[in-house]
């Protein structure tokens, strides 16, 4: 165990072996910003004061150049070789509910989504305790270091957790979970993570915007609003955002839930259509502009998927329709 100060207010917490800075700051209940937790967003950068680390990924690019100057690191990518002092902001708004913890669990079962995204369950000996749209790190046997994949279902005692994952080419955890991990092995969990959780004290119409394996989170909110009793007094709609007609999913989970379409509304659209295709065609961003009724400041957004959607969506709602950034809500894992 290395203890770790925070400089601004003196407050101490210890964090263990094989634990980033981050990680271990949240275990202990502090409010550490963060989004990706895996070195992408640059959202838990700190000072080192004191103390010596080391550090995981030299190149992640979630620092500048001009971070890098400044000394500034990824608390994700820290670990400390001795005690230290540092400096970071804290924010009683990123303190999680349910601080993360590291378990381990089996591979109970898949199903194929599409040609490319595939769900994984994994059964813990202990409960699944996460908030709808969060996620959890997953470390597969040889692969270095940990993947970040967001869960599709809703907490439960059982211990399950499920995760909706795309097969990247050359990526080298999703070649694990898809052509080496069979029924029965295990992983180790860490989890969970993610600030882009459902609010379920908010009474605002959602709108959820996925692509890719960005279903999975934005499944977890839908079926949250259900569990919480949101609908039907809050409407949900849900856009899908696809390449071809193949990449078009997500409808079959949300037609399961009880008030589709009367309450909960799904719009599929592709950006690239092929002969199998009649629905909506372009951006899933542009969908919303043709759909989406009334003021869009009205509505709690939740988004999940490309790095290009994800920044075409934010525009669009905060600089052509004035949507308070409090409003959107997304984790940026690339």
């Known amino acids: 165990m290395k203890n770790i100060t925070i400089e601004q207010t003196d407050m101490t917490f210890q964090c263990g072996d094989g ?10 209940g502090l409010g550490m910003p963060h989004e990706c937790t895996v070195g992408n967003c640059g959202t838990c950068k700190f000072e080192l004061i004191e103390g010596k680390v080391e550090v995981l990924w030299q190149d ?27 400096k970071i902001r804290l924010d009683d708004a990123c303190r999680l509910v349910h601080p993360p913890r590291k378990i381990e669990a089996v591979l109970s079962g898949t199903t194929d989504i599409t040609h490319d995204i595939r769900e994984f369950r994994f ?19 040889g692969v270095i270091g940990p993947r970040a994949y967001s869960m599709a279902n809703l907490a439960n005692e059982a211990g399950d957790w499920h995760f909706q994952v795309r097969r990247v080419m050359g990526g080298s955890g999703s070649s694990v979970l898809f052509d080496r991990l069979n029924l029965g092995d295990r992983v180790g969990l860490d989890g969970p993570y993610g600030l ?37 007094e809050t409407n949900l709609h ?31 659209s592709v ?20 759909v989406l009724p009334g003021n ?3 509505y709690e957004y939740y988004m999940a998927g490309p790095p290009l959607m994800m920044r075409a969506s934010v525009e669009l ?16 894992f690339f």
């Open 19 to 28: 634990d980033t800075i981050l990680s271990a700051g949240l275990r202990s």
């Open 60 to 86: 992640a690019p979630g620092l500048s150049e001009r971070d890098r100057s400044k000394g500034r690191m990824l608390a994700c990518q820290c670990r400390p070789v001795d005690d230290s002092r540092i």
């Open 317 to 332: 709602l905060t600089g052509h329709h004035h949507v308070p950034l409090g409003q959107i809500h997304f984790d940026s």
């Open 271 to 290: 950006s690239s259509p092929d002969d199998g295709w009649n629905g909506r065609t372009g951006f899933v961003h542009e969908a919303l502009q043709d």
């Open 123 to 141: 059964q813990s000996d202990t409960e699944a305790s996460f908030i709808a749209g969060q996620f959890a790190l997953i470390n597969l046997p």
């Open 196 to 232: 882009a959780y459902l609010r379920t004290e908010v009474k605002r119409d959602v709108v959820c915007i996925a692509g890719g394996s960005g279903l999975a989170p934005m499944l977890s909110i839908a079926r949250g609003m259900v569990a919480a009793g949101m609908t039907p």
């Open 238 to 268: 849900f856009f899908y955002g696809a390449r071809q007609s193949r990449d078009v999913c997500g409808e079959e989970y949300l037609k399961s839930l009880p008030g589709f379409d009367q309450t909960i509304f799904y719009y599929p």
């Open 296 to 298: 869009f400041a009205d």
